[in-house]
């Protein structure tokens, strides 16, 4: 399993970002695909899930951020809009939803106000 995730960046409130998480080792239509993220000194929070059900997000970025996927390239995608210094933070891929589920390397994204 490898995951490896880009698009970040630094950018001002109200930007929008769109990242991208290469996925190998497996299918992603197989799987739940979350992103998670951390903010300086803090814990990681998860922000999205899709899954064959669905596509799930925390209260802080509904409405702002949407998750999806392109099946035959293997990739999923954060979409962030109306971003804020908030949501500043390393953003992980992750396949599967458990605390000890693979990540990739992280993309740093970076709100200025």
């Known amino acids: 399993v490898q995951l490896v995730e880009s698009g970040g960046g630094l950018v001002h409130s109200g930007d929008s970002l769109r990242l991208s998480c290469a996925a190998s080792?497996?299918?992603?239509?197989?799987?739940?695909m979350a992103w998670v993220r951390q903010a300086p000194g803090k814990g990681l929070q998860w922000v999205a899930t899709?899954?064959?059900?669905?596509?799930f997000y925390h209260d802080s970025v509904r409405g702002r951020f949407t998750i999806d996927r392109d099946n035959e390239k293997n990739v999923v995608f954060l979409q962030m809009n109306g971003l804020q210094p908030d949501d500043t933070a390393r953003y992980y891929c992750?396949?599967?939803?458990?605390?000890?589920?693979?990540r990739g390397q992280g993309t740093q994204v970076t709100v200025s106000s």
């Open positions: 899709i899954r064959q059900d669905g596509t």
């Open positions: 992750q396949y599967g939803t458990l605390s000890d589920s693979p």
């Open positions: 080792g497996f299918r992603i239509d197989t799987a739940a």
